[in-house]
């Protein structure tokens, strides 16, 4: 199986500094599995913007698959009562 590489952006990077604990952890775990899988049960494409979103825990995983140089790029990470505004 082929890995995806995982580009964090710097908005996402501030984003995950800003999580602690169990939180952290359910992304880092998250965001690991993308590199297997980049489109995963459960993840849904974007309608109003590129991209797709996948869920770890109360938070949301923004993020665009390049396909062909085989990367996801995560642009942001936010809870789930912030990630639709």
């Given at each position: 199986?082929?890995?995806?590489?995982?580009?964090?952006?710097?908005?996402?990077?501030?984003?995950?500094n800003?999580?602690?604990?169990?939180?952290?952890?359910?992304?880092?775990?998250?965001?690991?599995?993308?590199?297997?899988?980049?489109?995963?049960?459960?993840?849904?494409?974007?309608?109003?913007?590129?991209?797709?979103?996948?869920?770890?825990?109360?938070?949301?995983?923004l993020?665009?698959?390049?396909?062909?140089?085989?990367?996801?790029?995560?642009?942001?990470?936010?809870?789930?009562?912030?990630?639709?505004?």
């Amino acid at each position: 199986m082929i890995k995806y590489r995982i580009k964090i952006i710097s908005k996402a990077g501030k984003d995950m500094n800003s999580i602690t604990g169990r939180d952290f952890d359910a992304l880092k775990k998250k965001i690991i599995s993308l590199s297997e899988n980049p489109r995963p049960f459960g993840c849904q494409k974007l309608t109003n913007e590129e991209g797709y979103r996948t869920r770890a825990g109360d938070f949301r995983i923004l993020y665009r698959i390049n396909d062909t140089l085989k990367e996801i790029i995560i642009y942001r990470i936010k809870h789930r009562r912030e990630a639709y505004r």
